[in-house]
C-alpha cells in the first residue's frame, strides 16, 4: 500500500486554496498531486474536521479463537489427533490451518521429550560408532 501525503504537505495545499485563492487545478500542478486526492482531502475536512490521513489498518485476520486458556486444555485433551480431527471437534467452525497456527502459538508440540530423545540418540549413535 503506498504510503500517504505528509500532514505538512496537505497543510500547504489546503492553505493554498482556502487562503490563497489558488484554483484546485492550479494547486495540483504546482504541487504535483492530483485533483482527485486535494477533492478528497477537502471532503474529509468538511466531515470530520481535519485532513489527516486514515490510520494504516492492514488487513487482519478475524481471529476464531479468542479464549486462549479454553483452547490449551482442549489442546492438551486432543493432542493426539491430527489437526483435522482436532478442527472438526472445536465447537466453531475452523480450519486446520487455524489450528496449527494456534498450536505453534500456545507452544504446544506433539514430541514427548525432545532434549532427552536427542541426547539418548547421540548416546546410541556413539555406542553405534565403538562397534
Do not use: C
Amino acid at each position: 500500500m503506498a504510503k500517504p501525503y505528509s500532514y505538512d504537505l496537505r497543510q500547504k495545499v489546503i492553505d493554498a486554496i482556502a487562503l490563497d485563492g489558488l484554483k484546485k487545478s492550479e494547486a495540483s500542478e504546482l504541487f504535483n498531486i492530483s485533483r482527485n486526492t486535494i477533492d478528497l482531502w477537502l471532503n474529509r475536512l468538511k466531515e470530520t474536521g481535519d485532513f489527516a490521513a486514515k490510520p494504516n489498518q492492514p488487513p487482519g485476520n478475524n481471529h476464531k479463537i479468542r479464549d486462549w486458556s479454553k483452547f490449551e486444555e482442549f489442546a492438551r485433551t486432543n493432542g493426539d489427533k491430527t489437526q483435522k480431527e482436532m478442527a472438526e471437534l472445536w465447537p466453531e467452525e475452523i480450519s486446520d490451518r487455524t489450528i496449527s497456527r494456534a498450536l505453534k502459538k500456545i507452544g504446544f508440540t506433539r514430541k514427548k521429550k525432545p532434549m532427552v530423545i536427542e541426547k539418548e540418540m547421540r548416546l546410541k549413535g556413539k555406542n553405534l560408532e565403538k562397534r
